[in-house]
Structures are given as C-alpha cells and as structure tokens.
C-alpha cells in the first residue's frame, strides 16, 4: 500500500520560510515524477511544483517560481519543498504525490501564513 506523509507546515508570518518533507513508501519513488500541490479553501487542489524522476528537471506554478524550490531525495524516498518570503495567498494544505496523481492523498500538512 502506498504511503505519503507529508510533514513541515505550521504558522508563519509574510515573508517567513517553511520546509515540507514528504516521506513516500510502497512504490518505486527513484522512477516517478513527483509534485508539491496545494488546495486552499474553497479552491481546487493545484500543483505548484514538479520533479522529474530523470534528470532532475524541476518545473514551477507562476506563483512560486523564484519563491519555491523543490528536491527529492531518491535514497531516502522524500520530496521536499523550500518556501521562501511565503505570503497570505500561499496559505493552503499542502500534499505530495505523483506527477501526474496516480495514489492516494496523504494528509497534507497545513500552511498558514499570517501576520
């Protein structure tokens, strides 16, 4: 059964950072793209950034990118994410998965950014 177990959120003023860790067991991590993705209230579940499982090619939603970076970790199958000068609109539970989703949600961990 595969496992996603995101970790990291908490409350963090504008212009804070976080880092979100997303442990992943039961399938073969090394070989899939993987992605962070967000749903704030009331919005639909989004993806703001991708890694490729070849080559290490990241991508970024518009509204991250020069904010966010992503890094995976095959050895230790984690994907992370590093977010920087974080504001209100970032404010969201944050998942891991597949690029494209092929498993089911973890948890998520809760992003809230507010002064």
């Known amino acids: 059964q595969v496992q996603l177990v995101e970790s990291g959120g908490g409350l963090v003023q504008p212009g804070g950072s976080l880092r979100l860790s997303c442990a992943a067991s039961?399938?073969?991590?090394?070989?899939?793209?993987m992605g962070w993705f967000r749903q704030a209230p009331g919005k639909e579940r989004e993806l703001v950034a991708a890694?490729?499982?070849?080559?290490?090619?990241?991508d970024y939603s518009d509204s991250v990118k020069g904010r966010f970076t992503i890094s995976r970790d095959n050895a230790k199958k984690t994907v992370s994410l590093q977010m920087n000068s974080l504001e209100p609109e970032d404010t969201a539970v944050y998942y891991c998965?597949?690029?494209?989703?092929?498993?089911?949600w973890g948890q998520g961990t809760q992003v809230t950014v507010s002064s």
């Open positions: 998965n597949s690029n494209p989703p092929r498993y089911d």
């Open positions: 890694v490729r499982w070849l080559g290490g090619f990241k």
């Open positions: 039961s399938f073969t991590f090394s070989r899939s793209d």
